[in-house]
């Protein structure tokens, strides 16, 4: 955030400084001797005004380029390391210190350990990130320059998540992986995504649409939306919609051959590549919960190819300005491509792009 002029100069009286705020409470917040509750409000504030919130735009030429009457971008990449994973990291990083730890422990491929090494350093906790040695993420240089300390597993992401929380267990750290005693609390954080596009839009749309991985993030949505019309303030629940990449998502291949739980892939048929990293794995450790939104909702699910999500990406570009990750557009392709096309008529549509490039 740019300071103002007033903000710096000295003169101005009544000026409200919000970058010196945030660095007085940063300041409060590493401070040991305060007490944890006066701590805990300073990370909620800072919480508060970095995360979340992120635009929700009308996408016109969008809508003239594949035939929507009105289609909505709701750009995760707002939030300070580019993904809606700063969400869940900063719920989570805001948990472990309240419970009294020292620090937190989660296996990741890029994005998501980029959002806790933030996290922690602002609660002034430790962070160890677990990365399988077969992925090459760039991001990896971003997490130590935030103080994470790296380790490296064989095998794949799967192997780096069991292989971290069996070291959170041993060393009495924080586990922030996925599936675990804190999924409710990933949940929440997520749902705060359904509660904003309620602000912007006061009702549901008819679809919503998002990239799935590991699915927290279409159960969060749909736990959001799904409390929201329980309270009577939309007057519907949308159906939620889910694309991933080609026969590579353990969620997606399990509603296409009408699984009622979800069902792990073979490891040995997952392939990464440069596109396709962020969707890929051959468990969905919220699978369960992300499957039960897409037949709850009577939504649907559709494999993704990296030329589709590549073109998507290539067209929000030039049509809209936006320069987001390939994989982010994998929701906006799967609504693209409905069982049946009248469902694509005459209403409002929202596609939740996960992460800026």
Avoid at 237 to 263: D, Q, W, Y
Avoid at 324 to 334: D, H, R, S
Wanted: glycine fraction near 8%; charged fraction near 25%.
């Amino acid at each position: 955030m740019e300071e103002s002029k007033e903000g710096t100069s000295g003169n101005s009286a009544g000026h409200y400084n919000l970058q010196a705020e945030l660095q007085q409470q940063y300041g409060l917040l590493l401070d040991k001797s305060q007490s944890l509750e006066d701590r805990l409000e300073a990370y909620d504030f800072i919480t508060d005004s970095e995360i979340g919130d992120t635009p929700l735009l009308r996408a016109r030429n969008a809508e003239r380029e594949m035939g929507f009457r009105q289609i909505y971008l709701k750009l995760e990449g707002g939030n300070p390391t580019g993904t809606q994973k700063d969400r869940i990291a900063f719920a989570q990083c805001a948990d472990a210190l309240r419970r009294g730890f020292e620090g937190i422990s989660l296996a990741t491929c890029g994005n998501y350990g980029v959002a806790c090494a933030l996290a922690a350093k602002y609660a002034g906790l430790e962070s160890h990130i677990f990365i399988p040695a077969a992925y090459h993420t760039r991001r990896a240089v971003e997490m130590e320059k935030l103080g994470a300390k790296i380790i490296t597993v064989d095998g794949d992401y799967e192997n780096a998540v069991e292989a971290s929380q069996e070291y959170a267990a041993t060393t009495e750290l924080y586990d922030a992986n996925p599936g675990g005693d804190n999924t409710s609390l990933q949940l929440k954080a997520y749902g705060e995504i359904a509660y904003e596009i309620y602000d912007e839009l006061r009702d549901a749309p008819k679809v919503v649409a998002i990239p799935v991985s590991n699915g927290t993030v279409v159960a969060g949505v749909y736990k959001g939306f799904l409390s929201l019309y329980r309270r009577g303030k939309t007057s519907r629940m949308p159906l939620i919609v889910a694309g991933s990449s080609a026969r590579k998502n353990p969620i997606v291949h399990s509603f296409l051959l009408g699984k009622t739980s979800c069902e792990d892939l073979e490891p040995g048929s997952i392939r990464e590549t440069e596109i396709n990293e962020p969707l890929i794995n051959w468990h969905s450790f919220d699978g369960g919960l992300a499957l039960n939104a897409l037949y709850s909702s009577g939504g649907w699910a559709s494999d993704v190819t990296d030329r589709s999500m590549l073109r998507l990406a290539k067209m929000l570009k030039e049509k809209e300005g936006l320069n987001v990750l390939p994989a982010a557009t994998a929701g906006l392709a799967a609504l693209a491509t409905p069982p049946d096309p009248d469902t694509l008529q005459n209403d409002r549509f929202v596609a939740i792009l996960t992460s800026r490039k």
